[in-house]
């Protein structure tokens, strides 16, 4: 498989299977769920759910939890994810393939998410994958990502241009002034509970 960017030959290899390895579990499953239950307290109607960039669907095995009659899609870089993620009965069709080159145009979904995973893509991409996000959403968006108020990049594991900090929620705001904001928040990694990686999450409506 041929890609555009160092950053997807970076997660498609060795380092995404580490990460995949390093990233597993049930407390995982249960910390995520506390996570889309708040998130996702003031969306209705979720019947369809695509996540670009599920790795093995520890976000998508807690919103069946929660949303236990939807249909989950998912977009997978990572050839071992990708297989090990279709082993889940409640998988509906997972896309071995980049986000970069992921294109369906003829179906939609409830809600289009990413949570972890824009600060993972070469910031020149960011616009294609914004436009991913909402061309195949037919109402909700969902952002989790690091927050910085300016673009900043930061080593990652010993990587350099590996990860990257920005105002994501904003920058899909400015590109399509319809989406509305319906909620936003901060999940901190020592909460005593559930915590998450010091994420910012926005959720968009169409």
Request: a negative charge; aromatic letters at 14%; charged letters at 25%.
């Amino acid at each position: 498989m041929t890609y555009k960017t160092s950053q997807e030959q970076f997660w498609s290899g060795e380092f995404g299977e580490a990460y995949r390895n390093r990233n597993a579990g049930e407390k995982l499953i249960a910390n995520n769920t506390a996570f889309f239950s708040r998130v996702l307290a003031r969306a209705q109607g979720i019947e369809s759910i695509i996540e670009f960039g599920s790795n093995t669907g520890l976000n998508l095995k807690a919103l069946a939890t929660i949303l236990p009659r939807a249909h989950f899609s998912a977009v997978e870089i990572n050839a071992e994810a990708a297989e090990a993620l279709r082993q889940w009965q409640g998988i509906s069709k997972v896309y071995h393939q980049s986000i970069l080159d992921f294109q369906q145009e003829q179906q939609t979904w409830d809600l289009t998410f990413v949570k972890g995973v824009l600060i993972h893509i070469n910031p020149d991409e960011l616009p294609n994958v914004y436009r991913k996000l909402y061309d195949h959403s037919n109402r909700y968006i969902l952002l989790a990502e690091y927050y910085n108020p300016t673009p900043v990049s930061i080593d990652y594991r010993g990587h350099s241009d590996r990860l990257f900090k920005r105002d994501f929620a904003g920058e899909i705001m400015d590109a399509y002034p319809s989406l509305e904001l319906i909620d936003y928040g901060f999940c901190w990694r020592r909460d005593p509970a559930f915590p998450q990686d010091d994420l910012t999450w926005f959720l968009l409506k169409k």
